[in-house]
Each structure stands twice: as C-alpha cells, then as structure tokens.
C-alpha cells in the first residue's frame, strides 16, 4: 500500500474539503476519470485487441502526444524496463522531428508491425502525422494495413475518427468526460499496457483499492497537496521529484506533464521536474545543495526490491574496509539518506512517498494518489485542472505560419 510522509501542518483540512467538494461540482463534467465505469465499458475489446496484437505483431507503435502516451509509458517502462523482451515497443506522434521519425520508420521495416493511434480529439498534428508516415510505411509492405491500425479517439467527430470509420480500423472510445492526462486507467492507457504484456487487472485493482483510501478527506493525497502548497506559501516553488531507479524515469515524465499541465496556469504555481538518482546527483545535485534553495524534493522510493548485487567496497579503498559483501540496494538506500541531511543543510525540505515494489497493483495505487493529488492541488492554487488554455496559443499560431 501506499504511504506519504511529511512534516506538514495539514491546517484548516475542513474549510479545504469544503473548497474541492464546491469545485468537484463545478467540474463535475470532467470528473469521468473517478467514475470505475469508464476503465471497465470496454474492458472485453482491450482483452481481444491485446491479444491480437500479442499474437500476430513483433512491434507495437504507440503513437499519441501529451497525455494519450505518456501514461501507459510509465507503466510499461517501470515494470518492463527499456530492455524490454518482444513485443517491441516504439513511442512516436508527439514530436515533429524528421531525423528520430526517419529512424523509426527504418525500424518498422525489420518487423511485423502495427500501429495504436491515440487522440481524444483525433487533431492532434503531430499524432496524425506520424500515423500518416507509419500508414504509407505499412502500405509498402502489406496488404492486410487496416488490420494492423488501431484507433482510439472519441465517439462522434475529429480526423481520425473519420478515418478509421472509413478504412474500417478497429476503435476504442475517449470517454467525454475524461481529460488525456487523467486516460490512464481508460482504453487510452489500457490497450497499450495490456499489448505490452502489462497486467491490468492488477493495475485497476490497484487503483480500486486506493480509492477505498479516499473514503476520508484526510488521506494521503490531500496529504501531499497541502504539504505542496504549505511549501509554496513558505517560497519553496520548485518541486523535485526524485526517485532511485532509472525505470521510474518516464513515471516521473508523466508526474511533470500531469503537474504542469494541471496547474501552470498562472505565476503563483509550483515548478514541477525531476531526478533521477544518482545520477543526478553529479550534476543538478551541485544547485540544489548549494543554489539558492526555493525548493523542495518528494522523494519516491520503493521498499521492496527482489533484485540485488553484493559488491565488493573493500576493493576501491580502506574507508570501506571490511565491506567486502555488500547489498547494492542498501547502498543505493544510504546514498537516499545520506544525500535528505546534506540537502537539508541548504534548507531543502524533503516529502516521502512509499510503495512496496514496483508492479502493476502499487503502480495503480501509485498513479490514483497522483491524480487526485494533482486535482486537490490545482484547486488550492485556483487552477482549472482539466484545461490547457495556453498549449492552445500556439497551435492557432503554427497554423497561421504553414499558410
């Protein structure tokens, strides 16, 4: 189960649960996310498709932006690794780079291929674009293209809802009421995951069994946005969160985009990055133990870790003398500790948040405590969570300068 540590006040708790059950209402038509009906309504064709896919293709092309990838990214990453065995996984359609396009491309040509294509209003640019060039890709090769397409946008309107219509791709729905950074848990992440070999039954259990946590207002994720905005109001506007171990790189992507997205819609806001360590701590560790200090880190880390090395210290010099059969994991476990006290000799404050191992039950719960987290916490700074006003200013810009 999940647990959040935090030396915080947690003061007015009343007047804040009556503050997000007000904006609960007003945003009730964006609330499809808490609803367990929009993770189950198709639940038999993710089950048919992912099987599919796992039988017939060697890769899988996941092509989405913003939160139509990145979510099922860090499922399948923090559970598989990026050294992944078949089926092969290639992420792309949220970028406009030729070279990385080019590259990908060349790499479809090696395997039996097919594609997932993801967007709740089926216009995302650069999504459609990199369905386009996979399409024509596949049609050099193949004759069966359209058995190897897979959409998923909303119900009615938008590109590729009328091109699957007509080329007869096998569909999934965007639920309505659900924002893309919070589609994890529906058919947008759930396809991807259960092509990838992910478990999702454990992962929708995991959520189902946080939500039981959610039954009380003073609960860990009401927990965690106080504690954020306690270090705000003290000028700490930076978050860091930090974890150690590279396969929770690209949860701690989906974290940013879900953060930044959420609430980065005026001054008064938290800066939301991350760390991966240690190998951070060779290069941005120099600011944050001796820069100017307005942040804080929230530290993600894992109690459970069925791997391990035994190293020899001894070896490299006799400050370690008599460590000749050490764990790597209590060392990496020390290098945590040892690095909270010397941050917090430069006034760097440090949250917790614990989780038993990395799998697909603790990642659901790991995900739910994040996303209602992150709605709390919008709500306390007075932002939307559910809109992206801002990213919208630049794509009406970009389409007047194609013309």
């Known amino acids: 189960m999940i647990k959040f540590i935090g030396e915080t006040k947690f003061i007015e708790l009343e007047k804040v649960e009556?503050?997000?059950?007000?904006?609960?209402?007003?945003?009730?038509?964006?609330?499809?996310?808490?609803?367990?009906?929009?993770?189950?309504?198709?639940?038999?064709?993710?089950?048919?498709?992912?099987?599919?896919?796992?039988?017939?293709?060697?890769?899988?092309?996941?092509?989405?932006?913003?939160?139509s990838y990145t979510g099922s990214r860090a499922i399948i990453?923090?559970?598989?690794?990026?050294?992944?065995?078949?089926?092969?996984?290639?992420?792309?359609?949220?970028?406009?780079?030729?070279?990385?396009?080019?590259?990908?491309?060349?790499?479809?040509?090696?395997?039996?291929?097919?594609?997932?294509?993801?967007?709740?209003?089926?216009?995302?640019?650069?999504?459609?674009?990199?369905?386009?060039?996979?399409?024509?890709?596949?049609?050099?090769?193949?004759?069966?293209?359209?058995?190897?397409?897979?959409?998923?946008?909303?119900?009615?309107?938008?590109?590729?809802?009328?091109?699957?219509?007509k080329e007869g791709y096998k569909r999934l729905?965007?639920?309505?009421?659900?924002?893309?950074?919070?589609?994890?848990?529906?058919?947008?992440?759930?396809?991807?995951?259960?092509?990838?070999?992910?478990?999702?039954?454990?992962?929708?259990?995991?959520?189902?069994?946080?939500?039981?946590?959610?039954?009380?207002?003073?609960?860990p994720s009401v927990q965690y946005a106080l504690s954020r905005k306690e270090f705000y109001d003290t000028g700490k506007n930076k978050e860091f969160l930090v974890s150690y171990d590279p396969s929770l790189k690209f949860l701690q992507e989906w974290y940013v985009q879900l953060f930044g997205e959420s609430e980065g819609?005026?001054?008064?806001?938290?800066?939301?990055?991350?760390?991966?360590?240690?190998?951070?701590?060779?290069s941005i560790g120099q600011y944050i133990q001796e820069g100017p200090g307005d942040l804080f880190e929230t530290v993600l880390f894992v109690n459970e870790n069925k791997i391990d090395l035994e190293v020899n210290l001894e070896e490299f010099s006799n400050d370690y003398a008599g460590l000749n059969k050490y764990s790597l994991n209590n060392i990496n476990k020390a290098v945590m500790e040892a690095t909270k006290v010397a941050h917090s000799k430069n006034n760097i404050d440090t949250l917790m948040i614990e989780i038993n191992k990395i799998d697909e039950y603790n990642l659901g719960q790991l995900v739910y405590f994040f996303m209602y987290a992150c709605f709390v916490s919008s709500v306390l700074f007075g932002a939307n969570p559910f809109n992206q006003p801002g990213v919208e200013q630049y794509k009406q810009i970009y389409k007047k300068l194609l013309r």
């Open 18 to 67: 009556k503050l997000v059950e007000e904006k609960s209402k007003e945003y009730s038509d964006y609330l499809g996310w808490t609803d367990e009906f929009n993770s189950t309504f198709e639940l038999d064709k993710i089950y048919e498709y992912a099987q599919e896919i796992r039988d017939k293709y060697k890769l899988i092309v996941i092509c989405g932006a913003g939160g």
């Open 77 to 165: 990453e923090s559970v598989q690794g990026e050294l992944r065995d078949e089926p092969k996984i290639i992420f792309l359609g949220h970028d406009l780079s030729s070279r990385y396009l080019r590259t990908a491309l060349k790499l479809i040509d090696n395997y039996e291929a097919c594609i997932i294509v993801i967007s709740k209003s089926g216009e995302t640019l650069e999504t459609n674009i990199g369905y386009q060039l996979v399409r024509e890709g596949f049609k050099k090769k193949y004759t069966d293209v359209s058995d190897r397409i897979y959409v998923i946008t909303n119900c009615n309107s938008g590109y590729l809802y009328d091109i699957s219509k």
């Open 173 to 219: 729905t965007v639920p309505k009421n659900v924002g893309g950074r919070y589609s994890l848990h529906t058919s947008v992440g759930l396809l991807p995951m259960a092509a990838a070999g992910i478990n999702i039954d454990e992962f929708l259990r995991g959520i189902r069994d946080y939500k039981r946590k959610l039954v009380t207002f003073d609960n």
């Open 265 to 282: 819609k005026s001054n008064d806001v938290i800066f939301p990055t991350y760390l991966t360590n240690t190998t951070d701590l060779h």
